[in-house]
């Protein structure tokens, strides 16, 4: 899922290229965006009893959880300091 990198550096405030430009809440509002489309375009394709059948967006919210979870450790060992 394309969301997912741009959600993710949003929230780290990291610097990615989106639609909207760089920045935080451009690449969370982007995330967010292509997060909606994708459900939208799923929903229209097969219904909305499918998600539940199918796994990629269960496997998607499991690796968004885990970020959650893990994620203030990741973000203090791969941050680098501009000192």
Same mark, same amino acid.
């Given at each position: 899922? +394309?969301?997912?990198?741009?959600?993710? =550096?949003? &929230?780290?405030?990291?610097?990615?290229?989106?639609? *909207?430009?760089? /920045?935080?809440?451009?690449?969370?509002?982007?995330?967010?965006? +292509?997060?909606?489309?994708?459900?939208? =375009?799923? &929903?229209?394709?097969?219904?909305?009893?499918?998600? *539940?059948?199918? /796994?990629?967006?269960?496997?998607?919210?499991?690796?968004?959880?885990?970020?959650?979870?893990?994620?203030?450790?990741?973000?203090?060992?791969?941050?680098?300091?501009?000192?």
């Amino acid at each position: 899922m +394309n969301a997912m990198p741009h959600f993710v =550096l949003g &929230i780290w405030k990291g610097r990615m290229f989106s639609a *909207f430009g760089f /920045g935080d809440k451009q690449n969370i509002a982007y995330g967010l965006l +292509n997060f909606t489309i994708s459900i939208g =375009l799923f &929903i229209y394709q097969h219904g909305a009893v499918a998600i *539940f059948d199918n /796994g990629i967006y269960a496997g998607a919210l499991a690796i968004l959880l885990i970020y959650f979870v893990t994620g203030q450790f990741w973000y203090k060992l791969f941050k680098k300091d501009d000192k």
